[in-house]
């Protein structure tokens, strides 16, 4: 059995020197290894490995665990980004405490452009409902409302409400008594009102489906 205890002799040796190296490429254990400098566009932002890996498929967590990207860094020792160091507060503080705070001169799609660079999700994903938001209220033009006043008796109120046509929509009820005062069957009449909202488009056009569609001949 003297070869088997010389290959194990071996292995051991390799993993003492694989050890070795990984122990060369981090900083000098302590404080060092768990701040990060980041040099983004000429500014140095300082932070923890902690705060960076929170959005653990995020390019900043995968930079600071050295994996499978080689960064430049600075004299310093920072990792060099070439990216815009204005939107990258906003992008940096959302890792510390998942808001996304900015200030009012920023524009969100600033801060879109760099959460999808570094590929933060959530962060991608506030920033677009915020979008669309603000969109649905700056481009929504409020929808003219278009009411019909329908004549009918009692009997034929359901059969009226059920085929109502879409978008059209049941707004109110008005009894105006018996027209009919012979024989004993009294039949109410009723206004029936209804309305239906016309959005219009900005370019002025309303989106009302265009009936010129043509209509395709029935095959036999």
Not at 48 to 54: G, I, N, V
Not at 57 to 74: T, Y
Not at 105 to 114: I, K, N
Request: glycine fraction near 8%.
């Amino acid at each position: 059995g003297g070869m088997r205890m010389r290959m194990e002799g071996g292995e051991e040796m390799q993993g003492a020197v694989g050890l070795r190296c990984t122990w060369d490429i981090l900083p000098p254990a302590g404080t060092q290894s768990k701040w990060v400098r980041l040099n983004v566009g000429g500014t140095i932002f300082l932070t923890t490995r902690q705060t960076l890996c929170r959005e653990q498929k995020s390019f900043l967590c995968r930079l600071c665990q050295g994996e499978e990207l080689q960064s430049d860094r600075d004299e310093t020792g920072a990792y060099l980004i070439d990216r815009d160091p204005t939107y990258f507060g906003p992008i940096l503080n959302f890792l510390r405490h998942g808001k996304l705070v900015l200030d009012k001169d920023m524009a969100e799609e600033g801060v879109l452009e760099e959460a999808e660079f570094y590929n933060i999700g959530p962060l991608i994903r506030i920033i677009k409902d915020r979008l669309e938001e603000k969109n649905y209220t700056v481009t929504q033009v409020p929808p003219k409302h278009v009411y019909r006043v329908l004549q009918c008796q009692e009997e034929e109120l359901t059969q009226m409400v059920s085929t109502m046509s879409d978008g059209w929509r049941f707004e109110q009820l008005v009894n105006i008594g018996s027209s009919y005062n012979y024989g004993n069957e009294d039949q109410s009449e009723f206004l029936c009102v209804v309305s239906k909202e016309l959005y219009n488009s900005p370019s002025g056009l309303s989106s009302e489906p265009s009936h010129k569609a043509k209509v395709r001949p029935t095959l036999l």
